[in-house]
């Protein structure tokens, strides 16, 4: 299987660990992985008002760049970038007014835009493309005794017809999760919003959905807390530093993208998994399971 | 807290204004608090979601503006996916906050961000932020 791959800002910047270990798992699996050419930033959020269609020129721009590729569909592993690329799709797949709009605006691109072009999450080429079975067949190193608590956050799962699992009790990053070997956490605070970009303006917020979040999550037994959002993870990680500060009692976890727990279950090497980038060091929970 | 209900606040352009950035229906709420009850950034919150909704119905205009709501809800879409009536909440919230942003009433200044934050967090919580918080 060869798949046309849209990285999005952040996987090229803080969540290097994401991508590495993303790839790495994917040539494992025996995918072919190329990167889209002159990919451009997606935007990160869909624009929700009615008459604001500037703002999907930059996600829709992406799906011309895929089709020049040539391919029809595209993969992308930030949930924000799937969201937005997929919403955007929808939108103008729905509207050919507005599609038309915008080809006009992009007059100087020798492709047009028709809707012709599938966004797919990895999780869902995990799933439907290649499947959890085979997947637990090709873990030569199961995360035997390790408590991995899901966390979905919003863009992956809502709205619910852009999401790819129940808005309300999402399963796919758990069933991958077993598949792995891994003993599965629920916790009741998997979709329950981490307060995003409010990191900029009131990272107080932030810090404290954080320990709601975590807290549950380790309430109900987790070691490790996985994510498949960059924007997740900077603020359920680096934001335990300010969760800290505010309530004292807080002990702090691991938080982990999932690609990076699969990335260890197929055996890529550790360079590629880069666990030196996660702010809660999570290697000396790995360490004393014997995963690494 | 004391409120004047008016037939010109109702009939006003801003209670068209918003229905036609949102693309949602106001009078198709009937106070259920379902929103609310589910919002994550409630306790943030001076207007709930559904007094959003309601005050929207009414073309409570200033208090809306002037709410910190609007600036709090980091549209996650629980409310929308719960709402036994079909009414995107977020979408209502979005337009209020386009209003505001249209006439260049931002809410971050991003070259006045604290040089920790710009330098630490990620870009796709800088730019996310921008595109909701500033025009």
């Known amino acids: 299987m060869k798949l046309i791959y849209y990285p999005g800002c952040t996987l090229k910047n803080q969540a290097k660990n994401f991508e590495e270990s993303g790839l790495c798992a994917l040539t494992k699996l025996g995918v072919e992985v190329q990167e889209l050419e002159r990919w451009n930033c997606c935007g990160t959020v869909f624009s929700l008002v009615t008459d604001d269609l500037i703002h999907h020129l930059a996600p829709i721009r992406v799906l011309i760049r895929t089709k020049e590729a040539p391919a029809d569909s595209v993969m992308t592993m930030c949930a924000m970038c799937f969201n937005t690329l997929k919403r955007a799709n929808e939108r103008v797949r729905a509207d050919q007014e507005a599609l038309s709009t915008l080809n006009d605006l992009m007059y100087e691109e020798e492709t047009k835009y028709q809707g012709d072009v599938e966004i797919y999450h990895l999780l869902e080429i995990l799933k439907d493309k290649i499947g959890f079975e085979t997947i637990k067949q090709k873990a030569t190193h199961p995360l035997q005794g390790l408590k991995v608590a899901s966390y979905y956050g919003c863009y992956l799962v809502r709205p619910r017809e852009i999401g790819i699992d129940d808005p309300e009790n999402p399963q796919i990053l758990d069933e991958l999760m077993a598949s792995l070997g891994a003993t599965v956490i629920d916790f009741p605070y998997k979709t329950e919003c981490c307060g995003a970009y409010k990191t900029v303006d009131n990272p107080e917020i932030v810090a404290e959905r954080t320990y709601q979040i975590l807290n549950s999550a380790r309430e109900l037994g987790a070691e490790v807390v996985v994510v498949s959002c960059p924007l997740c993870a900077f603020n359920l990680d680096t934001r335990q530093k300010e969760a800290l500060k505010l309530f004292p009692e807080f002990q702090t976890i691991p938080i982990l993208y999932f690609t990076q727990l699969l990335a260890l279950a197929l055996n890529c090497p550790e360079e590629k998994i880069r666990l030196d980038l996660n702010y809660i060091d999570p290697k000396p929970i790995l360490k004393s399971k014997a995963l690494i | ?135």
Not at chain 2, 100 to 109: C, E, M, P, W
């Open chain 2, 1 to 135: 807290m004391r409120i004047n209900i008016s037939r010109k606040n109702i009939n006003d352009s801003f209670v068209a204004k918003i229905q036609e950035l949102s693309g949602q229906n106001l009078l198709a709420c009937y106070q259920c608090g379902k929103c609310s009850a589910g919002c994550p950034a409630v306790s943030d919150m001076d207007l709930l979601p559904n007094q959003i909704i309601r005050y929207a119905q009414l073309g409570l205009k200033e208090e809306l503006l002037n709410s910190k709501s609007i600036w709090v809800c980091a549209s996650c879409m629980t409310c929308n996916v719960r709402c036994p009536r079909g009414i995107k909440i977020a979408e209502v919230i979005e337009a209020i906050r386009q209003i505001l942003l249209r006439k260049r009433k931002d809410h971050i200044d991003p070259e006045r961000l604290p040089q920790d934050i710009r330098c630490q967090v990620p870009p796709i919580a800088l730019i996310s932020s921008f595109r909701k918080f500033t025009s």
